[in-house]
């Protein structure tokens, strides 16, 4: 009222300094979060004309969304521009700064960060890893073996799935991928030998499907092509021993040297019938899933039957 300019300062808590800092320029105040967790404290505002002094407490809550530490420090943050089926290949800078970004040969981004929810995979080192389970059942009829691999090198025979035991290979079978990165059915001799090549370092999504009983036909698809079938009229049995990432015939080779996610077999159901896109999504256990793991940090069976998992060498 005397015409005075006014002046503000303001006086932050303890609790307020454990959770933000607080910067003025001129009038105008800035609160700066430093905490990672969802804080409370408070800051007393103070204005004065110089002759007369007038304060109000305020209480700021502050929430945050983060999940990563100090993301406040962050120079570059990479992201596509667009969904693409996963397979994108033109990248922004999200941060701040705006960067320009140049993708050179193939790269590509995918749905797999460590940071989505089941973004886990179990890796085989290709020497001694490997896991077996007892009692699986593979229907006469319907039935779908599944997983996303990410091999590390090339080479006879890596196994995804076999369940030949005692060295039988009329009635048991393996898949699997080869050297040359076609991914096959075994089956007393090679019954189907994809026509698509898969390569290292890369994420891909192999299915083995049979459609029907005895007479109708086996179908493999590799990143939801079909790239190979075969009719086979052998007996798909119960089997009592069952390998993951080794060939049960030969422990010491055809050991898969890599990373597998999401195994998936369901049995008396086609999952697949014609080409599909990959799934970008965890999967889940549909009804007639038998097993489904290297779905996360443990070695578990996500499905309802919950089957114990044997774990050698990890």
């Known amino acids: 009222p005397d015409g005075f300019p006014v002046s503000y300062i303001a006086v932050p808590d303890s609790d307020f300094n454990a959770m933000a800092t607080l910067s003025q320029v001129s009038n105008v105040f800035t609160i700066t979060p430093t905490a990672i967790e969802n804080s409370t404290g408070t800051i007393t505002f103070k204005a004065s004309d110089g002759i007369n002094l007038a304060s109000e407490i305020s209480t700021f809550t502050l929430t945050f969304i983060t999940i990563i530490e100090n993301s406040k420090y962050t120079s570059l943050l990479v992201q596509s521009t667009g969904a693409n089926n996963g397979t994108n290949s033109t990248f922004t800078d999200a941060s701040a700064n705006n960067l320009t970004l140049t993708a050179a040969g ?115 698809y590799v990143n939801g092509v079909l790239a190979g079938t ?27 040297f890599g990373y597998m996610s999401d195994l998936r077999i369901v049995n008396g159901v086609d999952v697949y019938t014609s080409n599909f896109t990959p799934p970008t999504e965890p999967l889940t256990a549909i009804a007639g899933t038998t097993l489904l793991t290297c779905q996360n940090n443990r070695f578990v069976d996500n499905s309802l039957n919950a089957t114990t998992l044997t774990v050698v060498g990890a």
Do not use: C
């Open 106 to 220: 193939d790269t590509v981004a995918t749905t797999f960060s460590p940071y989505r929810a089941g973004g886990y995979s179990t890796y085989f080192n290709g020497t001694n890893d490997y896991m077996t389970f007892p009692g699986q059942t593979t229907s006469q009829g319907k039935f779908t073996i599944e997983a996303w691999v990410n091999l590390s090198v090339l080479r006879n025979y890596q196994l995804i799935y076999d369940n030949r035991t005692s060295g039988g290979t009329t009635s048991g079978y393996a898949f699997g991928v080869n050297v040359a990165g076609q991914p096959y059915l075994y089956m007393n001799g090679f019954q189907i030998l994809s026509s698509i090549s898969i390569g290292i370092n890369t994420w891909n999504h192999i299915a083995l499907v049979r459609n029907g009983t005895f007479s109708n036909a086996l179908q493999l």
């Open 230 to 256: 075969q009719t086979l009229s052998n007996v798909f049995d119960d089997f009592t021993q069952n390998g993951i990432g080794v060939a049960l015939t030969s422990i010491a080779g055809s050991q898969f």
